[in-house]
């Protein structure tokens, strides 16, 4: 439906014609071996065809990735994939991440494994109020995978394997079309700036009771990255904004200016319009994603009486923005200061996770 130059022609009309109107550029693809159903008009997919008993074979894996670049969000149903064939599968993509385990001692069987899950090494359901318990919840706020990393991420791809009954669906915003709906003062203000992204930011505005002073050993371990706020999509035609909560301040801009630079950003990107739900309906099911173009958010499920094992491989990026600006920045630029000073008692943006929902869950 989606898929005719025709419609593509229409929609690049209405870029032109109306700017309130304006939809993103849909690349349109011959029809190949996978079958592709669309999740809304121009964002996210379920897709069907692979056989993964078996290594994919080059042109599926081409597929893939166009069909990652038209649609951002990919749901793979039922995949039966292991620990060690989701590995070998995102290898197609890819070099691995090897998974950070910060705060969250390491539970799945090799170090490329995220984990996601409300579980500990011990098997055991995490404590409330305990540390790794606070450190999951920055999954809570609308963010992309990475952007905290020098060397960012292409795609994550999350896989389900144990599910609680209800709840813990996955939220994605499409940020092409969040970049293309803001107003053109926003745009012509933020072309060029960069955002300084800190994974202990994300973890304080979650949690900022238990992560106000990350440690010593912390915040070496994880040091901000730089990354423009501004850039092409991996689709090589829509521009895309790349922000997310770990975004502690924009370079070059008064702190408080800054805060509300990036809140104004995220509540833009977080609206309804620009968002899909995916619903985790089995075990095996896998939802890969492009953090170059969108942005994700946990949602809430009981999780001291259920369990949610979640496993996660994060692809490095190879395209060009991959290892962002920091080498282009003066050292006046990067910031060294311990904690992070910035005033963030603004609180939480819409959808986020407020600290009483964190608390009632
Ligand atoms: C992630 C993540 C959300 C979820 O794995 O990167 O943010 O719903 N997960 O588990
Ligand atoms: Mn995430």
């Known amino acids: 439906m989606f898929s005719s130059s025709r419609q593509t022609l229409k929609y690049l009309h209405h870029v032109s014609a109306s700017s309130t109107q304006a939809k993103r550029h849909l690349a349109s693809i011959a029809p190949g071996i996978l079958q592709a159903k669309p999740l809304s008009p121009s964002f996210g997919a379920e897709v069907d065809g692979i056989d993964w008993s078996r290594p994919l074979a080059p042109e599926v894996v081409r597929e893939i990735v166009q069909l990652q670049n038209k649609w951002g969000v990919l749901v793979f149903r ?17 070099a691995l991440e090897t998974a950070h385990a910060m705060n969250k001692p390491r539970r799945a ?15 055991k359901i995490i404590p409330q109020f305990s540390r790794a318990w606070w450190h999951t919840k920055g999954n809570g706020l609308w963010h992309t995978d990475s952007s905290f990393h020098q060397h960012r991420s292409s795609y994550s791809a999350l ?17 092409r079309a969040a970049y293309l ?3 053109n003062d ?31 050993g912390e915040k070496a371990t994880l040091p901000p990255a730089y990354h423009k706020l501004v850039q092409i999509a991996p689709d090589g035609i829509n521009k895309t904004l ?19 630079l990036i809140k104004i950003l995220l509540d833009h990107a977080q609206q309804p319009q620009y968002q899909v739900t995916v619903k985790w309906k089995n075990v095996g ?6 953090n170059r173009c969108t942005m994700h958010r946990a949602t809430a499920f009981q999780d001291q009486s259920n369990r949610r094992d979640m496993r996660r491989t994060t692809i490095h990026d190879h395209g060009p923005g991959a290892f962002g600006v920091k080498n282009l920045l003066s050292a006046d630029d990067i910031d060294i200061r311990a904690g992070g000073k910035i005033d963030i008692s603004e609180g939480a943006t819409p959808e986020t996770q407020t600290q009483e929902q964190i608390l009632a869950m």
Not at 109 to 123: E, F
Request: proline share 6%; aromatic share 8%; hydrophobic share 35%.
């Open 242 to 260: 790349y922000i997310a909560s770990h975004a502690r301040r924009i370079l070059g801009m008064a702190d408080s200016e800054s805060t509300s």
């Open 78 to 94: 039922t995949t039966g994939l292991t620990d060690t064939t989701h590995v070998q599968y995102s290898k197609n993509f890819g």
């Open 159 to 175: 896989r389900a394997v144990e599910l609680p009954p209800v709840g813990g669906q996955t939220k994605y915003a499409d940020m």
């Open 285 to 290: 099911d896998l939802v890969q994603w492009d």
């Open 186 to 216: 926003i745009k012509e203000r933020i072309e060029n700036l960069v955002a300084e992204h800190w994974i202990w930011h994300s973890r304080k505005l979650a949690a900022p009771q238990e992560f106000d002073k990350p440690t010593d």
């Open 181 to 183: 709906g803001l107003p």
């Open 109 to 123: 069987s090799l170090p490329q494994l995220y984990d996601a899950g409300n579980l500990g090494p011990d098997d």
